[in-house]
């Protein structure tokens, strides 16, 4: 699943090739991904972007309409000057894809993993979805405000400061495991992230999110700029835009069962928790001791 430094990639790459373009046509090949009926897509049609940007793992595309459709009476176009943003959920399994000269033909619906084909004179980009877990999300809104998701979203965990996550945090009973992926609390983060910063902080996924002593509040701080920042050079490094889907590199924990620790050698492990696993290193999180299997421990008690 894309997440912050994906995203992040993604929104640079249409800031600096989308940017300053009009919006030719938009074809939707997936009527399901589209979770906004007013305006409707078309409503981008002739649309100037003016610019992208990443709401938690939201991804923005910003435009502003050019008052060409207006009167055309079938719903093309919009006003002149006014504010139209497309957003997208990328959910598991979807993408932006980038192309210099994108295919003039319109994706055939329900076929193939193209959901929608954005024009832009000439280049453009599509949104993907691989596999059969439809879960992609489009919006068409006049704010992404508007997207529930968004209106949802905690402080971005990128600007974060030490106080405000110490803040954050406070009083929490959960797991930080829990915490750091909770989108309303910290937006941005989330399964594979929260493996890398807990174990570049060094501390159990298990600990409890409101009672770190203040040491280890320092280490998670660190660690979220840290590996969320080197994620974000590396994805646009890699011009994630024109990549099939995310494609990780650098990963210590994550995904990585049974692998040596990059940090100390032992034995990277995984837990279940919840409706997910989890990886971490015993030795550099836990004090050496795996972690029990809560769902496991459940059924068995
Ligand atoms: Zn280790």
Redesign the pocket.
Known sequence: MPELPEVAALAHHLREYAVGRRVTRVDVASLTVLKTVDPPPSALQGAMVTGAGRYGKFLALHCVGSGAGVGSGAGVGSGAGEELHLVTHLARAGWLRWSDSLSTVPPKPGKGPIALRVHLGGPGFDLTEAGTQKRLAVYVVADPAQVPGIARLGPDALVLSRDELAELLHGRTDRLKTALTDQALIAGVGNAYSDEVLHAARLSPYATAGRLPDDALDRLHAALQRVLTAAVNRSVGQDAARLKGEKRAGLAVHARTGLP?P??G?TVREVSFADRSMQY?P??QTGGKPLADRRMSRLLR
């Open positions: 620790c940090v100390c032992d290193c030795a550099c």
